[in-house]
């Protein structure tokens, strides 16, 4: 079940999901890298999925940039001619059998091993490890589970 919003910033931006996921409704995945989810992952509602940093950190870059989306938002040239320079992209990957919480932000180059939960309202901005329980802001260890047998 997909009731989330999926935006392409780029012709390279991918997003792949796989069999029984569910991802519930107000998430936005918005890719320029790619972003793989994988079986069997519970997503709440209102998720943030971010495969790159949005805006370069230099001001002049981030003004040219504005001002292409005043002349271009909307024209099938927006994203296209988008430039990137300064702005940081990397894969995402919630491998099966995660379960992410409500309002949760998933941020660029994050790995979501097997098995693990992020608690409601987290910011992920690094590796989750299989089969653990992070939560907070940034999302930290609050347990270790035992992954199952077979």
């Given at each position: 079940?997909?009731?989330?919003?999926?935006?392409?910033e780029s012709?390279?931006?991918?997003?792949?999901?796989?069999?029984?996921?569910?991802?519930?409704?107000?998430?936005?995945?918005?890719?320029?890298?790619?972003?793989?989810?994988?079986?069997?992952?519970?997503?709440?509602?209102?998720?943030?999925?971010y495969?790159?940093?949005?805006?370069?950190?230099?001001?002049?870059?981030?003004?040219k940039?504005v001002?292409?989306?005043?002349?271009?938002?909307?024209?099938?040239?927006?994203?296209d001619?988008?430039?990137?320079?300064?702005?940081?992209?990397?894969?995402?990957?919630?491998?099966?059998?995660?379960?992410?919480?409500?309002?949760?932000?998933i941020?660029?180059?994050?790995?979501?091993?097997?098995?693990?939960?992020?608690?409601?309202?987290?910011?992920?901005?690094?590796?989750?490890?299989?089969?653990?329980?992070?939560?907070?802001?940034?999302?930290?260890?609050v347990?270790?589970l035992?992954?199952?047998?077979?």
């Open positions: 079940m997909l009731n989330a919003r999926i935006t392409f012709k390279s931006g991918s997003v792949t999901i796989g069999d029984r996921a569910y991802i519930g409704p107000n998430t936005s995945i918005i890719s320029r890298s790619g972003i793989s989810i994988g079986n069997d992952v519970t997503m709440a509602w209102g998720i943030t999925i495969d790159h940093n949005s805006h370069s950190f230099d001001w002049v870059q981030r003004q940039v001002d292409h989306f005043y002349r271009n938002y909307g024209s099938p040239k927006c994203f001619e988008l430039d990137w320079t300064g702005v940081e992209a990397a894969p995402i990957v919630i491998e099966d059998r995660v379960w992410i919480g409500f309002g949760a932000v941020l660029k180059g994050v790995t979501i091993g097997r098995g693990a939960i992020v608690g409601a309202c987290s910011i992920v901005s690094r590796d989750v490890e299989p089969y653990t329980i992070v939560a907070g802001n940034p999302a930290r260890l347990k270790t035992q992954a199952p047998q077979g």
